[in-house]
């Protein structure tokens, strides 16, 4: 177990890192899916440009053809099958196919509300600390959870990213103005590092839609009082993200979307060879 110093020095020292990144890109992009699985592509996408990456239990469901899934929705039902000792070897891939410039943010089983509850505790997330992570990706729908799991993060030196939710489970549910500025202070009064806003477009990818009046008055709301990094998650796609961009988030999450159009080019791409 690292000291109290060694912790928060280790805090100060990733939050350095998340800065910079943000200093240097401005609005950054955060990628999920295949593009933090698999090391190859992570590594296009890191000689793109990305510098922060999300490896996820859904997405490892999805890559490992847990239970027959085949798409992100299947995935959340057996989500919390993934082993985390999968969730740590992609960490470990990720640091070493990429170095020490990139922040790595995870999500494991427990890290999220499960539809069959899992612990996750303080000797999982060492694992995670001593795999190379930087940072807890979470969606958990209890602020004293959130709670919990950020003084987790804070032990073994690591963030704690989370998110405030309207109608669904990948956050606290806020479906009103008065509930989502509660939502912000509690969740940062809780800890948390990076705090995110769902869109409730989580997984449409390339079939998301544009963001409702509803949706765009709750993001101004949200950027104008939320005081730590923010992220918006759910419906970006390379058909937005200018127009996405200029919202005022410090990270915007795409994950579904880039993996409907590297499923799309193979699909392409196979067929023209087979037809040559």
Do not use: W
Request: aromatic share 6%; net charge negative.
């Amino acid at each position: 177990m690292t000291t109290r110093f060694e912790a928060e020095s280790n805090v100060k020292q990733r939050r350095e890192k998340l800065d910079g990144i943000l200093e240097d890109q401005g609005t950054a992009l955060m990628l999920g899916g295949i593009m933090a699985t698999d090391m190859r592509i992570a590594r296009a996408a890191y000689r793109g440009g990305c510098r922060i990456f999300e490896p996820n239990h859904p997405a490892m469901a999805l890559q490992m053809g847990l239970s027959g899934a085949t798409t992100m929705n299947e995935a959340e039902a057996i989500r919390h099958l993934v082993p985390l000792s999968r969730m740590t070897t992609a960490v470990e891939g990720l640091r070493a196919v990429l170095g020490d410039e990139v922040f790595i943010t995870c999500a494991a089983a427990g890290t999220f509300t499960e539809q069959q509850p899992v612990p996750f505790t303080q000797e999982d997330v060492l694992k995670l600390a001593y795999a190379g992570a930087d940072c807890v990706h979470s969606h958990k729908s209890s602020i004293e959870d959130i709670a919990q799991l950020a003084e987790y993060c804070h032990r073994a030196g690591l963030l704690c990213e989370a998110y405030i939710s309207a109608y669904d489970t990948f956050g606290v549910q806020a479906p009103t103005d008065e509930l989502l500025l509660q939502a912000i202070k509690d969740y940062e009064g809780a800890g948390v590092d990076i705090l995110g806003l769902c869109t409730g477009m989580i997984y449409q990818g390339q079939g998301a839609t544009g963001f409702s009046e509803e949706c765009l008055h709750r993001i101004r709301l949200f950027i104008e009082n939320t005081h730590v990094v923010k992220a918006l998650e759910g419906g970006i796609k390379p058909g937005n993200i200018g127009a996405v961009k200029k919202l005022g988030f410090d990270i915007l999450v795409m994950s579904t979307a880039l993996d409907n159009i590297c499923q799309e080019a193979t699909t392409t791409t196979v067929k023209t060879v087979m037809n040559l």
